[in-house]
């Protein structure tokens, strides 16, 4: 068996939040297996990690839910009681609950179907889901009640929860937003993208996003874009580290165009790959991707 590690089982109400808690731990650095078969976890903590890796060092969370292979709660709890008691892994459970009426209301509008009622009503597989992870909430030691919270909300709280100096520190996020929508609150730096050409006024390019790859050749075939958000790259490598120096926890960069679906959103792609290669870990945001595009918004095709 490898050297204790701190574990955490990420479970809860399907529908919940737990892809956005296990992307987000990813995202801080830890390192993350989702709906592994429990016959498998011994196997996997005393797997050796490649040579030169940080992984043994990094905490491992672990994602189960009703859909695990062999799943059974008693078993779980038994086997996490095990891991501590015996192997001396720092173990922690947080549960994701939420109401059934916004758990309904979350399958009927994603069309999804509950993975324990196929063939009837979100509601009886959401009643069935609670009874059996009963176990497991009552011995979970860490609860989030995501009724009420949005996404965003959601990964900023496990952020600010399990985010670590020895995960890097500051907290990092890279967002796109419209300024027709108004500037974002918590930006720290905020870059205007609107000198880029703007592929709204291309018929082909419109209904797309900066995340599609037309519309990024698109905005980076613009003349003054490789020296431009090159610039601002090199700049936020020579800030970040001072921002870590000073102690600050959290810095939001924050990238703007006209309406927010396509030059900002690619830069805001390509720069969080960029800090991502040089060690560190944003979590990206769009604000404004998923709103309807408008001509009015976007001014002129002379403008743009």
Known sequence: MADPKEILLVTGMSGAGKSTVLKTLEDIGWEVVDQL???????????????GTDWNHRPLALGIGTRT????????VRRMKKLREVHGHDIGVLFLDCGGAELERRYSETRRRHPLAADRPASDGIIRERELLAPLRRWANRLIDTTNLSTNDLAQRIRNSFATESLGSP???????????????????????RFLRNPHWVPELRPGTGQDPEVAAYIAEDPAYGEAVGRIEELLLTLLPRYRAEGKSYVTVAFGCTGGRHRSVHVAERVAARLRDAGFSPTVGHRDLGTAPQDSLEGTPAER
């Open 37 to 51: 078969p429990l016959l498998l976890l011994d196997r996997l903590l005393g797997t050796s990690n490649p040579e």
């Open 69 to 76: 292979r062999g799943f059974d709660p008693t078993d779980i």
């Open 171 to 193: 907290t990092l996020s890279v967002m796109s937003f419209g300024f027709a929508r108004g500037l974002p609150n918590n930006a720290d730096l905020v870059f205007d993208m």
